[in-house]
């Protein structure tokens, strides 16, 4: 069946980088562009950044661009998010989405 599993989520203090991960399987992982979505308390879950299936367009939300980065190694069947100048306001469960399925997300504290 299909699993999307993400990793890499923690604690940090502003400013600080983490490197999210998203381990695919059960489909055709290559096949489809690929997004990290984000919810924080009391929000509505809202779109970080999406990939194309070569990963030669990407795609964020304005309040990340220029800080975090979308990238896929289809070889390995894995999506990652790396996040640098964290602020506390980028706090939220992470949430892996494929073509008809989530992962079960990853929390990111960035606190100090």
């Known amino acids: 069946q299909v699993q999307l599993v993400e990793s890499g989520g923690g604690l940090v203090q502003p400013g600080g980088s983490l490197r999210l991960s998203c381990a695919a399987s059960?489909?055709?992982?290559?096949?489809?562009?690929m997004s990290w979505y984000r919810q924080a308390p009391g929000k509505e879950r809202e779109p970080v950044a999406t990939?194309?299936?070569?990963?030669?367009?990407?795609s964020y939300a304005d309040s990340v661009k220029g800080r975090f980065t979308i990238s896929r190694d289809n070889a390995k069947n894995t999506l990652y998010l790396q996040m640098n100048n964290l602020k506390v306001e980028d706090t939220a469960v992470y949430y892996c989405?494929?073509?008809?399925?989530w992962g079960q997300g990853t929390q990111v504290t960035v606190s100090s």
């Open positions: 990939i194309s299936t070569t990963g030669g367009s990407t």
């Open positions: 059960g489909f055709a992982f290559s096949r489809f562009p």
């Open positions: 989405k494929g073509p008809a399925h």
